[in-house]
């Protein structure tokens, strides 16, 4: 695995608290291309934000159908949760 910056635990932090992000990926959509959290986090979420996370395995994609526009959804993998709670141990010594 690539060594994550703080940037990517902040993410992956967000990630283990439940946040997911949907990925329109339909064309004739007006929210094509765009990243939509569940919850608000305070930051505007980028593809390059995602793209360690999802390298390293530690975020999942699932394909969703929302009324007819198909999303990708991510959310936190079982080996996200588990470097993040190794991480979160590291930091708490």
């Known amino acids: 695995m690539t060594k994550l ?13 439940g946040l997911s992000i949907s990925y329109c990926i339909e064309l004739c959509s007006g929210a094509f291309e765009r990243f939509t959290p569940s919850e608000s986090i305070g930051v505007i979420i980028k593809r390059k934000d995602l793209r360690p996370l999802k390298v390293n395995g530690l975020i999942e994609d699932r394909l969703e159908v929302i009324m007819g526009v198909r999303y990708l959804r991510y959310s936190i993998s079982d080996l996200g949760i588990k470097v993040f709670e190794e991480y979160k141990n590291d930091c708490s010594k």
Do not use: V
């Open 5 to 17: 910056t703080s940037n990517n635990y902040f993410h992956l932090r967000c990630f283990y608290h």
